[in-house]
């Protein structure tokens, strides 16, 4: 490679043979000794000799290694391309809905406008007026009557009009139908543009946003073995967090006799805690090899995508196996930890026969972004 020199006058064409890792320095790049001296001392175990970089580049530059790489861009490619699906089919989705709830408040509040007429000037005797008039036509007479229609009450086949007491509880309802619609519509609306807002931030500076993900307290204050892992094994659980947390997977206790077949669990997250809701929000299908690493008898299975999870409602976690194994299990567990609290699901018919109560199971932990 042609050496290349500092362009700093006071470095003396001193030669460009270091190079600056620091994320967050202005001078990031290929810089000379005198550089180093000036500006990167505070991390310099980030500046590292050019040619250590190229000969480590070098190395890893093999046919394995090229292969992993070409899996790897083409999977972020995968998902670049799924972000933008799915934003344009929500974009696509919120159009739409947005058309209609306009659609939907103008037809409520000309409805309201309408009612709104027989109190305010004088609607109600231009009606009666023209109702005694010789010449109408049906156009004019539905009209008139359909601007009074509020006043009309009808039962068993009898007509009268609504005293002055009746008038003022129709005209009430009207004014609290119109706060309805302004309050509610109001917070919604308000509450989308914040969260868009939000999301805006977060694009403009995604990577800044650190994904950390944490570790639950296990519920469970005891462990033992010899746990036969055959039915659903569920738990209801509530986050104490008073903002939405994000689930990214569930612990697995270790398996100690493994099946002759596959092993494969089904993860399912109901809303509610009733294992037969139709409400479910998550589900999916995971291998379990027998070189899982579990520590402390725990492994962790973290979902294809995280799932949110809001304060204080009520989500159920189950996991059922597909095959009859062995493995160890907590005891003597906590109806609640500093993350959640526990019940146990309702059983449908389904799952009669599952086996999990708040004092044993196997879903020790959960882990979660906030």
Not at 150 to 170: A, S, Y
Not at 266 to 295: A, H, P
């Amino acid at each position: 490679m042609q050496a290349l020199y500092c362009e700093d006058k006071e470095h003396q064409d001193n030669p460009l043979n270091l190079f600056c890792l620091e994320v967050d320095c202005q001078n990031k790049g290929l810089i000379c000794s005198f550089c180093l001296l000036k500006s990167h001392q505070a991390h310099v175990k980030n500046v590292f000799p050019l040619k250590t970089i190229v000969q480590s580049l070098n190395k890893a530059n093999n046919p394995k290694n090229q292969q992993e790489l070409h899996n790897k861009g083409n999977e972020i490619f995968g998902k670049h391309h799924n972000i933008k699906q799915t934003f344009r089919q929500n974009l696509i989705e919120i159009k739409e809905i947005l058309n209609k709830l306009e659609k939907e408040i103008e037809k409520q509040i000309k409805l309201l406008d309408l009612e709104a007429d027989l109190f305010v000037g004088d609607a109600f005797e231009k009606s009666i007026s023209m109702l005694n008039m010789e010449k109408l036509t049906k156009g004019q007479i539905e009209q008139a009557i359909e601007k009074i229609e509020p006043l009309l009450k009808t039962c068993d086949g009898q007509l009268w009009i609504l005293r002055d007491t009746e008038v003022n509880q129709q005209a009430q309802k009207l004014i609290k139908t119109a706060e309805v619609i302004e309050r509610e519509s109001k917070y919604w609306l308000e509450k989308c543009l914040t969260d868009l807002k939000k999301l805006y931030e977060t694009c403009q500076n995604p990577i800044k946003k650190q994904v950390k993900i944490l570790s639950s307290q296990n519920r469970y204050q005891l462990t033992y073995e010899q746990w036969n892992l055959k039915e659903t094994d569920a738990i209801c659980l509530r986050s104490k967090k008073k903002h939405d947390i994000w689930l990214s997977g569930v612990g697995l206790y270790e398996i100690t006799s493994w099946p002759d077949k596959e092993l494969v669990f089904q993860v399912q997250i109901f809303e509610g805690s009733n294992l037969n809701s139709k409400k479910v929000i998550y589900q999916d299908n995971f291998v379990i090899k027998n070189d899982m690493e579990f520590v402390n008898h725990i492994g962790k299975i973290y979902f294809t995508k995280a799932i949110k999870i809001e304060y204080d409602k009520p989500y159920t976690i189950a996991l059922t196996p597909n095959e009859s194994c062995l493995s160890y299990y907590g005891a003597n567990g906590k109806f609640e930890t500093d993350e959640f609290l526990f019940q146990e699901p309702t059983f449908s018919q389904e799952f009669s026969d599952n086996s999990t109560t708040i004092n044993q199971g196997v879903v020790p932990q959960f882990f979660y972004e906030e």
